[in-house]
Nanobody, 121 residues
Framework: QVTLVESGGGSVQAGGSLRLSCEVFGYIMASMGWFRQAPGKEREGLAS????????YYADSVKGRFTISQNHAKSTLYLQMNSLRPEDTDMYYC????????????????WGQGTQVTVYS
Protein backbone atom coordinates (compact mmCIF):
# COMPACT_ATOMS: atom_id res chain seq x y z
CA GLN A 1 0.00 0.00 0.00
CA VAL A 2 1.26 3.46 -0.92
CA THR A 3 -0.13 6.78 0.27
CA LEU A 4 1.08 10.04 -1.22
CA VAL A 5 0.47 13.50 0.23
CA GLU A 6 1.39 16.60 -1.75
CA SER A 7 2.04 20.07 -0.36
CA GLY A 8 3.67 23.34 -1.34
CA GLY A 9 1.25 24.66 -3.89
CA GLY A 10 0.09 28.25 -3.88
CA SER A 11 -0.05 31.46 -5.87
CA VAL A 12 3.06 33.03 -7.35
CA GLN A 13 3.83 35.80 -9.77
CA ALA A 14 5.11 34.86 -13.22
CA GLY A 15 8.86 34.39 -13.15
CA GLY A 16 8.78 33.17 -9.58
CA SER A 17 9.49 29.77 -8.06
CA LEU A 18 7.73 27.16 -5.97
CA ARG A 19 8.83 23.86 -4.50
CA LEU A 20 6.28 21.09 -4.22
CA SER A 21 6.70 18.22 -1.80
CA CYS A 22 5.19 14.75 -1.76
CA GLU A 23 5.41 12.63 1.36
CA VAL A 24 5.46 8.90 0.71
CA PHE A 25 3.87 6.53 3.25
CA GLY A 26 4.26 2.80 2.79
CA TYR A 27 6.16 0.90 0.13
CA ILE A 28 8.73 2.84 -1.95
CA MET A 29 8.01 2.10 -5.60
CA ALA A 30 10.71 2.04 -8.27
CA SER A 31 9.49 5.20 -9.98
CA MET A 32 8.02 8.43 -8.63
CA GLY A 33 6.73 11.25 -10.76
CA TRP A 34 5.06 14.63 -10.96
CA PHE A 35 2.09 15.39 -13.15
CA ARG A 36 -0.37 18.20 -13.69
CA GLN A 37 -3.90 18.50 -14.95
CA ALA A 38 -6.27 21.33 -15.70
CA PRO A 39 -10.05 20.85 -15.62
CA GLY A 40 -11.24 19.20 -18.80
CA LYS A 41 -7.73 18.38 -20.00
CA GLU A 42 -5.63 15.22 -20.00
CA ARG A 43 -3.15 14.67 -17.24
CA GLU A 44 0.36 15.68 -18.34
CA GLY A 45 3.53 13.95 -17.19
CA LEU A 46 6.28 16.35 -16.12
CA ALA A 47 9.13 14.45 -14.52
CA SER A 48 9.98 11.15 -12.92
CA UNK A 49 12.80 9.69 -10.87
CA UNK A 50 14.16 6.17 -10.47
CA UNK A 51 14.15 5.90 -6.71
CA UNK A 52 17.00 3.37 -6.61
CA UNK A 53 19.69 5.53 -8.18
CA UNK A 54 18.15 8.98 -8.63
CA UNK A 55 18.10 8.98 -12.45
CA UNK A 56 15.64 11.61 -13.65
CA TYR A 57 13.45 11.98 -16.71
CA TYR A 58 11.65 15.11 -17.95
CA ALA A 59 9.00 16.16 -20.41
CA ASP A 60 10.30 18.67 -22.96
CA SER A 61 7.77 21.22 -21.73
CA VAL A 62 9.52 21.61 -18.37
CA LYS A 63 13.11 20.58 -19.07
CA GLY A 64 15.47 23.21 -17.73
CA ARG A 65 12.82 24.88 -15.53
CA PHE A 66 11.63 22.08 -13.24
CA THR A 67 13.80 19.74 -11.19
CA ILE A 68 12.63 16.51 -9.56
CA SER A 69 14.48 15.14 -6.55
CA GLN A 70 14.04 12.95 -3.49
CA ASN A 71 15.40 13.07 0.02
CA HIS A 72 18.01 10.59 1.22
CA ALA A 73 15.41 8.37 2.87
CA LYS A 74 13.32 8.39 -0.33
CA SER A 75 10.33 9.29 1.80
CA THR A 76 9.79 12.70 0.24
CA LEU A 77 9.68 13.67 -3.41
CA TYR A 78 10.22 17.26 -4.53
CA LEU A 79 9.54 19.34 -7.61
CA GLN A 80 11.45 22.61 -7.80
CA MET A 81 9.71 24.87 -10.29
CA ASN A 82 11.50 27.97 -11.55
CA SER A 83 10.64 30.66 -14.11
CA LEU A 84 6.97 29.90 -13.67
CA ARG A 85 4.52 31.02 -16.35
CA PRO A 86 0.76 31.59 -16.23
CA GLU A 87 0.34 28.48 -18.39
CA ASP A 88 1.87 26.43 -15.55
CA THR A 89 -1.33 27.04 -13.56
CA ASP A 90 -2.75 23.60 -12.82
CA MET A 91 -3.41 21.01 -10.17
CA TYR A 92 -0.16 19.15 -9.55
CA TYR A 93 -0.01 15.50 -8.52
CA CYS A 94 2.68 13.10 -7.46
CA UNK A 95 2.42 9.43 -8.31
CA UNK A 96 4.24 6.15 -7.84
CA UNK A 97 4.73 3.18 -10.13
CA UNK A 98 7.01 0.33 -11.11
CA UNK A 99 7.95 1.36 -14.65
CA UNK A 100 11.15 3.39 -14.73
CA UNK A 101 12.10 5.98 -17.32
CA UNK A 102 8.66 7.22 -18.26
CA UNK A 103 6.44 10.21 -17.53
CA UNK A 104 3.34 8.57 -18.95
CA UNK A 105 0.50 8.81 -16.41
CA UNK A 106 -0.72 5.37 -17.48
CA UNK A 107 2.38 3.75 -15.96
CA UNK A 108 1.71 5.09 -12.46
CA UNK A 109 -0.79 3.33 -10.24
CA UNK A 110 -0.72 5.30 -6.99
CA TRP A 111 -1.72 8.97 -6.85
CA GLY A 112 -1.91 11.76 -4.34
CA GLN A 113 -4.80 14.19 -4.00
CA GLY A 114 -3.01 17.06 -5.67
CA THR A 115 -1.92 20.58 -4.81
CA GLN A 116 -3.00 23.68 -6.71
CA VAL A 117 -0.46 25.96 -8.36
CA THR A 118 -1.59 29.34 -9.68
CA VAL A 119 0.76 31.63 -11.59
CA TYR A 120 -0.45 35.18 -12.18
CA SER A 121 0.97 37.75 -14.57
Amino acid sequence: QVTLVESGGGSVQAGGSLRLSCEVFGYIMASMGWFRQAPGKEREGLASIYTDNGDTYYADSVKGRFTISQNHAKSTLYLQMNSLRPEDTDMYYCAAGQVVGTVSPAEFGYWGQGTQVTVYS
